[in-house]
């Protein structure tokens, strides 16, 4: 069954706005593990928009303590800043479960784009090996919905990354226009794809509750989903808790 992991990024958007410790990052993830959710995601940014060192360790250390996965997203590539060590430093010091590597700039106001992977993987190389060596798991975010990026997949398979993310993104915007079916060819493809070369497939960006089912009906062997947007937003009018064992009870639903 695919697994659940909670990113917890808008959590700090609304913590950070007053400049204070509320809205509680931790009691949120743990809130998340309580109803059932299998991991925690976080996505910190140079610029600290949102997520900050300090909350990926103290992330790592609540996950760690309830034996559940942490993945943490960025790019490994932004060089670090005050309040930012760096990618692959954070994953040096927080050893999570798995490391997405994702290409966003600075400027970016969110995620919107793989790697290219003809052009990215010699330099991804060492990074995966690195990543890796500290007991990650890596994955890397890939598009599916563009043909020259989405060729890209065996070169994603051949920095030696143990999974591709593929962005999901495109995939919301052509369900909330209820013209998802090409799209989700096309997503199915490319994880058959994935997996023919050896990676395994997460997905990410953009789900929700409404989208959700469909995408995994469609798409087989989605390793895991990471939700952090959509859920939020809801937990907003129902609860964080009742809205996770939601998203638990679309997963289950899908048919094997
Ligand atoms: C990689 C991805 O698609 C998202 O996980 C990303 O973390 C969203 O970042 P923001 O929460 O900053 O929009
Ligand atoms: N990798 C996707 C993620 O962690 C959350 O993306 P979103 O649900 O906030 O769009």
């Not at 700039?105 to 970016?108: E, K, R």
């Given at each position: 069954m695919t697994a659940l992991s909670v990113n917890v990024n808008k959590i700090a958007v609304l913590r950070n706005s007053r400049g204070g410790?509320?809205?509680d990052v931790l009691r949120a993830a743990a809130t998340c593990l309580d109803a059932g959710a299998h991991g925690i995601t976080v996505h910190p940014r140079p610029d600290g928009r949102h997520i900050r060192a300090d909350d990926v360790l103290a992330l790592a250390r609540l996950t760690r303590e309830r034996g559940v996965e942490f993945n943490i997203e960025g790019n490994p590539f932004a060089p670090a800043r005050e309040g930012y060590p760096g990618f692959v430093e954070l994953c040096r010091q927080a050893r999570p479960a798995q490391a997405t590597l994702v290409p966003d700039?600075?400027?970016?106001i969110t995620s919107d784009h793989g790697f290219d992977f003809a052009r990215d993987a010699g330099r991804l190389r060492p990074l995966v090996r690195e990543l890796k060596q500290m007991g990650c798991r890596v994955s890397l975010f890939a598009d599916a919905w563009e043909p020259v990026r989405a060729e890209g997949i065996e070169h994603a398979a051949s920095t030696g990354a143990d999974r591709v993310e593929l962005y999901t993104g495109p995939y919301a915007d052509a369900a909330a226009a209820g013209e998802e079916g090409p799209m989700l060819e096309r997503f199915a493809g490319i994880a058959r794809r994935a997996r023919a070369a050896g990676l395994e497939v997460n997905a990410g960006h953009d789900l929700s509750q409404s989208n959700l089912g469909r995408f995994l009906e469609a798409v087989e062997g989605v390793r895991e989903v990471s939700i952090g947007h959509a859920l939020i937003s809801e937990a907003l009018y129902d609860g964080l808790h009742r809205t996770v064992q939601r998203y638990l009870q679309v997963i289950a639903s899908v048919r094997a």
């Open positions: 410790s509320e809205p700039g600075d400027g970016q």
